[in-house]
């Protein structure tokens, strides 16, 4: 039995306020500080000429969703402070969402120049590679990270899509076995080992333990019809 393989990989602030209304101007600073969007745009207008707010307010608007308001006030950062690594790297990821992995792996590369340390941007560069089809790219920016973090959740669930995108699924297995040892009940790992293991390995029994595990931990799991069928199918082999 032969099927095309899908690899499927998975992408607070929180303030804690004790309101003490001493006066109306605490009272106000309250409810600024309840929305990051207003707290931040406060701080830009009380510190015009310092970075560190426009870049923070950046990463708000990011969180919203609202990224070409995250890329205007990201290049403010950057006219204020041009050797600040982590604003590139912010603007990278609005790159990114808007559609621009070209200029998206250049901020990232640009962040990872003025600071070598700024090893999450090896991790972005990963996810920007894989998401335009530049495995061999997407593996090295992946192992660089890993390198460092080993232990870091979903990078070698990212790094087996990457190895399974070059139909290295000797590598890919290796990989999720990884992630499954960072967190057992990882449910893409399970059932990305569970199709491997079928459909290239045709080792029913491993193939069988992971996807049947992957149908306990997640409900709403993609193809979940598809998936029972194949369990289905796996069970009633001789």
């Not at 039995?1 to 605490?26: D, R």
């Not at 970075?51 to 204020?80: C, H, M, W």
């Not at 080992?193 to 459909?199: E, H, K, T």
Request: with cysteine.
């Amino acid at each position: 039995m032969t099927k095309k393989i899908k690899l499927l990989s998975g992408e607070t602030v929180v303030f804690v306020l004790v309101i003490v209304l001493l006066s109306a101007g605490t009272y106000s600073r309250n409810r600024i500080w309840n929305d990051e969007i207003g707290f931040w745009t406060d701080c830009v207008n009380k510190s015009p000429h310092k970075a560190r707010p426009y870049l923070n307010l950046g990463v708000a608007y990011f969180d919203r969703g609202a990224y070409d308001k995250s890329f205007e006030v990201t290049q403010k950062a950057i006219q204020l402070d041009p050797k600040n690594g982590e604003a590139y790297y912010n603007l990278g990821l609005d790159y990114q969402k808007m559609g621009n992995p070209k200029e998206a792996i250049a901020m990232e590369k640009k962040s990872l120049e003025l600071d070598p340390t700024f090893d999450i941007a090896y991790y972005s560069l990963g996810e920007i590679y894989l998401e335009n089809g530049q495995y061999e790219e997407a593996e090295e920016a992946f192992q660089r990270f890993l390198k460092i973090y080993p232990y870091a959740p979903e990078v070698h669930a990212l790094l087996a899509v990457v190895y399974g995108g070059q139909k290295k699924f000797d590598k890919a297995v290796t990989e999720l076995e990884w992630e499954l040892r960072i967190n057992p009940n990882h449910t893409l790992a399970h059932l990305n080992l569970g199709q491997i293991y079928w459909y290239e390995f045709q080792n029913r029994q491993k193939a069988l333990s992971h996807l049947k595990r992957a149908l306990m931990l997640d409900p709403l799991i993609p193809d979940r019809a598809e998936i029972r069928q194949l369990v289905r199918l796996l069970e009633g082999l001789p």
